[in-house]
């Protein structure tokens, strides 16, 4: 199982778990977070999601979080799946899993991948709710802001 | 020359297809390559300020210089996650 995916299937946090622990004894941390599909967003009741991705660039992203994440918590080992197409009410749409020998570098790696995942990398949700259907739009993507990814940093260590 | 143009969420929306072929004079930049579109399609103007760009799979600037069969991708703000 690759690091980094980007799948229409349904996303498996325990083999996700078990790639990027099984290859040290080293760790005494891991930290995940898994992303939902919710109910309610800003007054609507949502009915479903579609995600979209650009995926060769979503990949490349994805890879570029990790990297710049072992740049501060060097001691880390990071996997992140998203997934796309049509997601039902309380399906997982993301899963990261960060290892480390320390809690608070799993923690923070973990917290830092979600962030920048929502900043650059390429992949929306058309969200399906009663009455309507939406685009999502966050962020401009820009790789190249150092303010967007020092806020990442800042929250990842709050 | 010939270049494919690829949109994503409302863009592909607006144009009503993910995917372009599209000639434009060389030499072009991705900046040629989004006036062209945009006098296609004016509704795809109000992306102007807030999308981003890549080429090739790869993020760019719009003074990109932009070859022959090159892939050019306009994308709307983010929403991952």
Redesign the interface.
């Known amino acids: 199982m690759a690091a980094v995916a980007v799948t229409a299937s349904p996303l498996d946090l325990q083999a996700l778990i078990e790639d990027i622990s099984r290859t040290s004894t080293a760790d005494g941390a891991i930290a995940s977070f898994v ?1 939902l599909v919710r109910e309610e967003n800003q007054g609507r009741r949502v009915s479903y999601l579609e ?4 995926e ?3 990949v ?2 994805l890879q570029l979080i990790i990297d710049e994440a072992r740049e501060t918590w060097s001691d880390t080992r990071i996997g992140v799946h ?1 997934r796309i197409g049509r997601l039902e009410l309380g399906e997982a ?2 899963i990261i899993v960060a290892t480390s020998p320390h809690r608070a570098h799993a923690f923070a790696a973990c917290r830092y991948t ?1 962030e920048r ?10 969200e399906h709710f009663e009455g309507g259907d939406v ?10 802001d150092e303010a967007a990814r020092e806020a990442a940093r800042r929250i990842a260590c709050a | 020359m010939r270049v494919t143009v ?1 949109l ?3 863009l ?2 607006l144009a009503g297809s993910g995917e372009l072929v599209r000639d434009v004079a060389n030499p072009a930049t991705v900046e040629t390559v989004w006036r062209s579109l945009v006098d296609e399609m004016p509704d795809l103007r109000a992306y102007e300020r ?3 760009v ?1 080429v090739n ?3 760019a600037k719009m003074s990109a210089k932009v070859h022959e069969g090159d892939e050019v ?1 306009f ?7």
């Open positions: 992303g995600y979209e991705a650009y060769p660039l979503a490349r992203a998203h749409s993301i979600i995942v929502k900043q650059i990398v390429p992949i929306w949700k058309h685009w999502l739009e966050g962020a401009t993507a820009n790789p190249d | 690829r994503f969420a409302r592909r929306d807030t999308m981003s890549a799979a790869d993020y991708a994308l709307p703000p983010v929403s991952g996650g």
